[in-house]
């Protein structure tokens, strides 16, 4: 079984729910650190013979096409994060289906091809959003990948489909691909991406993703470009929010070189065709 590695092209200032985070027009006049970022990470890629999968957020997109491109002509998949990196539960039904297609038809302009795949700012699909998987299936997604089916500061699913599996109405569907968690004593843990791949230590994510791929299971890593740039700026916040967002970053390169070095990797698009039959209703 293979492993789906995953980016969210974002900006180091594009953390949700504190009350320091940059309102969307002052975006603009902040300095940029996504260029040196994310190129590192392609590198990094490049020099293992890797391709992974690229959500970008579709205000980045827009104004640096040129990564899109680059990421693209390296053999990446390019699928899409939402354009104003907003929480899907706290937008309405039209406006998130409107943010989810403007960031498709952005993206799939500079591409020149379609694109499958969605995620949602920090995995924010919840009981609240029930319309979630009707408007991606709308705005033309194939896949998706936001469920979190574990508890979170924000976000959070409770469900106990831990595998792929179809998700929306009787007449389409859409195929879910929920982030990665295994059961510890009981409970639902991520080890896998983000502030949980930079907190534990790397013998237990190996462990952990041996698990998972004994159980028959994808494992999703997920990163996002500032998490291996120690020298990006920090937004205020309190100290258990500072603690998740900023803990070990300077372990995130090392533990991504491992990961790469250690386990087979693929994108989703490569996944769904080599081990998914997709029905003529999905």
């Keep these: ?31 940029s650190h996504i260029e040196n970022n994310f190129k590192k990470l392609l590198d990094i890629f490049s020099e293992k013979n890797i391709q992974v999968t690229c959500f970008f957020l579709g205000w980045i997109a827009k104004k640096f096409p040129h990564l899109v491109k680059e990421a693209r002509n390296r053999g990446h998949e390019i699928a899409s994060h939402g354009y104003s ?11 998130f289906f ?4 403007k960031s498709k038809n952005i993206i799939e302009d500079i591409i020149g091809a379609p694109i499958l795949g969605y995620r949602s700012s920090g995995f924010s699909v ?20 936001s469920v979190f ?5 924000h976000g959070g699913l409770n469900t106990k489909q831990y595998s792929p599996y179809l998700a929306g109405n009787n007449l389409k569907r859409i195929l879910e691909f929920p982030i990665t968690v295994t059961k510890v004593f009981g409970k639902p843990m991520c080890f896998f991406g983000g502030g949980y ?10 462990k952990m993703t041996l698990k998972v791929l004994k159980e028959g299971r994808p494992v999703i890593f997920y990163i996002h470009p500032r998490e291996i740039d120690l020298n ?6 309190g ?11 300077k372990t995130m390169e090392g533990k991504i070189l491992k990961l790469l070095d250690e386990f087979k990797i693929t994108t989703f698009e490569r996944f769904i065709a080599n081990n998914i039959k997709i029905g003529d209703g999905c």
């Design 239 to 249: 100290i258990k929010r500072k603690f998740k967002t900023y803990v070990n970053l």
């Design 149 to 153: 089916p574990a508890a979170r500061g």
């Design 126 to 145: 919840t009981k609240d959003t029930p319309w979630f998987f009707d408007k991606l299936i709308e705005a033309g997604y194939t896949y998706d990948s």
């Design 1 to 31: 079984m293979e492993c789906i590695f995953s980016v969210d092209v974002e900006e180091w200032f594009h953390i949700l729910d504190i009350s320091s985070a940059p309102k969307k027009s002052e975006w603009d006049s902040l300095p």
């Design 85 to 95: 990196h907003e929480l899907v539960y706290k937008l309405r039904e039209e406006e």
């Design 98 to 101: 409107q943010d989810a297609l």
């Design 232 to 237: 990006h700026p920090r937004l205020p916040m």
């Design 197 to 206: 791949l930079r907190f534990f230590p790397y013998f237990i994510i190996k």
